[in-house]
């Protein structure tokens, strides 16, 4: 951090988590779902896949940056949303990281020179909305960000109806 301003930190939240959490039904919902960047050539990727080095099951999303989702990708049933169930269901996944008073996140309040280092693949970060007030009002926030290419694009490599118990 190299300007930090008088208020707006950054949130994080495990993935992870997120997913051990949600009720079956929710969890057999988001299984069927994949996200479609709002890039117009941007990439398709299951909400709910593997973490390439951990296994663990995570997220892929953007609150900011999804065009859509489509139900059942590559398969007969394949269909894309809607906007209004696109909104829906970014709402939806947004009520995991807020709900029970965000017990779940960690807000980290910046000092100047301080390093975080995060996996992007399994800890969703956002800048708080506080720091999308003028700067006028908040002061100026400077923060040099790195991130490496990934190896690996998200990849279902799992059957989920196995894994939860269900019928194939």
């Given at each position: ?19 051990e959490e949600l009720p079956l039904e ?106 999308q007030l003028p700067c006028s009002q908040?002061?100026l926030r400077i923060l040099h960000r ?23």
């Open positions: 951090m190299v300007s930090v301003p008088t208020v707006g930190p950054t949130v994080f939240c495990p993935l992870t988590e997120i997913i929710q969890r057999i919902r988001w299984e069927r779902l994949y996200m479609v960047s709002d890039r117009r050539s941007g990439p398709t990727h299951p909400i709910i896949y593997s973490h390439p080095v951990t296994k663990k099951k995570v997220l892929c999303f953007h609150l900011g940056m999804t065009e859509g989702f489509i139900w059942d990708y590559k398969t007969p049933q394949q269909r894309y949303t809607s906007e209004e169930e696109t909104y829906a269901i970014l709402q939806e996944i947004h009520h995991e990281f807020i709900k029970d008073n965000k017990a779940r996140q960690y807000r980290h309040e910046w000092k100047e020179g301080e390093l975080i280092i995060s996996d992007n693949l399994s800890v969703a970060h956002e800048a708080a909305p506080e720091t908040v002061g790195v991130t490496t290419v990934g190896h690996y694009p998200p990849t279902k490599e799992y059957d989920y109806r196995k894994e939860l118990g269900l019928s194939s």
